[in-house]
């Protein structure tokens, strides 16, 4: 009975050996991937160990700029009507996850025309379709890395669109970005309504941070109070650091949002300093932060999902992921985070609800709750 418990105790030493061996060095992807079957698929490999050659499709709003070494450009200013375009991405393989690529990612920008970017889509529609909407101050270039490198670090064979709309490009300019949300909103309630319609893909997901969560949320109320519109289903929204009016939320987007999503995922952080620095220069009250705030009050978000869990109830999973500690603006950019993207993968990948992912179920209410937190 000893040499057995002995013999079990080695092999889960040997076990947490290798794991920590995948983790620091860069082994073959088919090593990680037996190593996910011991585990029962509840970790993914630890290291995507592959070249990432991959073309991501665009729709911006913005005013066309020169073209920059035969690329095309865009300004951050509003077109008034949208342009379509193809990115060619190249990523060297072992590039680490979560860390921002480098300008020599983005090998070309071509701008096409809406028929062979609607046929791009529609040769592709045997895959899921994942939706990336940027939040505010991003220009063109930066917004379409971030996309890429979200394409790169999920690793999953789907297609990835960028909704890049008009946002500025200054850090001051934040209520001009709040403006500039609503004259947006169309376009991408068209681009909804075309993959619907016309593209049909196996899934369709929506990824939006910040203020870009705004934007989903407009989306979808138009697309909820539009008759023809109203039996689209999403296959999951993920919300990362939503930059959305408590109030707003309350009165004009829960209907959308129950009605046409089928799982709503929220990524937040306790200690999200630039949702608190909106509260306090521009006083929009997010549901990223606490309901109320006193001396009493921790910025825990717990209190964010109960607030969500009233006004969704049984449609959302809350995602904690404050034991990630990263600079200020990090914090905020919840999607550079490897951990954000690996419970991302079993998300997407696999539907895998959240009880099957490497998540901790909070236990500190009285009533069961769909709080869910990454382990540090």
């Known amino acids: 009975m000893v040499r057995q418990k002995a013999v079990v105790i080695l092999f889960l030493v040997l076990l947490c050996y290798i794991l920590g061996l995948v983790t620091a060095f860069y ?16 970790i993914r490999p630890f290291v995507v160990s592959r070249n990432f050659n991959e073309t991501i499709g665009y729709v911006t709003d913005r005013k066309p700029g020169p073209a920059l070494n035969g690329n095309a450009s ?3 200013e509003y077109a008034g009507q949208t342009s379509y375009g193809l990115i060619t991405v190249q990523i060297p393989q072992h590039y680490p996850a979560g860390a921002p ?18 046929k791009f889509l529609q040769d592709r529609s045997a895959k899921p379709l994942v939706i990336w909407v940027h939040g505010y101050r991003l220009s063109f270039p930066v917004s379409t890395e971030y996309c890429a490198q979200i394409a790169r670090d999920l690793d999953i064979d789907a297609n990835v669109l960028t909704f890049d709309w008009a946002s500025s490009e200054s850090v001051l ?10 004259e947006s909103t169309q376009h991408l309630v068209n681009l909804l309504e075309t993959i619907n319609n016309e593209v ?7 990824i939006a941070h910040s203020l870009g969560c705004r934007l989903a949320c407009l989306a979808l109320q138009k697309l909820y109070e539009n ?3 109203r039996n689209l289903k999403l296959d999951h929204v993920v919300f990362l650091a939503p930059n959305v009016d408590r109030e707003e939320f309350n009165q004009n987007f829960k209907s959308g949002l129950q009605a046409l999503v089928k799982r709503l995922t929220i990524y937040v952080a306790s200690d999200d300093n630039v949702l608190l ?4 220069l521009y006083n929009v009250d997010s549901i990223g932060l606490p309901e109320q705030f006193s001396p009493d009050t921790n910025l825990d978000e717990i209190q964010t999902f109960l607030y969500y869990e009233k006004q969704l109830p049984g449609k959302i999973d809350l995602v904690d992921v404050s034991f990630s500690k990263k600079d200020f603006l990090r914090k905020h950019r919840l999607f550079l985070e490897r951990p954000v993207m690996e419970d991302l993968f ?7 609800p959240a009880a099957k992912r490497h998540l901790l179920k909070y236990q500190g209410t009285h009533n069961p709750t769909d709080y869910w937190v990454i382990p540090p």
């Open 27 to 42: 082994f073959p992807r088919q090593l990680g991937a037996v190593l996910t079957t011991v585990l029962h698929g509840k």
């Open 74 to 76: 865009y300004l951050g």
């Open 101 to 118: 690529l480098d300008a020599g990612a983005i090998k070309k920008v071509e701008s096409i025309s809406y028929p062979a970017f609607l």
């Open 173 to 182: 300019a934040y209520t001009r970005d709040v403006q500039q949300v609503p």
């Open 200 to 206: 049909k893909p196996t899934k369709i997901i929506i």
């Open 227 to 229: 008759p023809s519109t």
């Open 277 to 280: 620095l909106g509260k306090l």
């Open 346 to 352: 079993w998300l997407i990948h696999d539907d895998y």
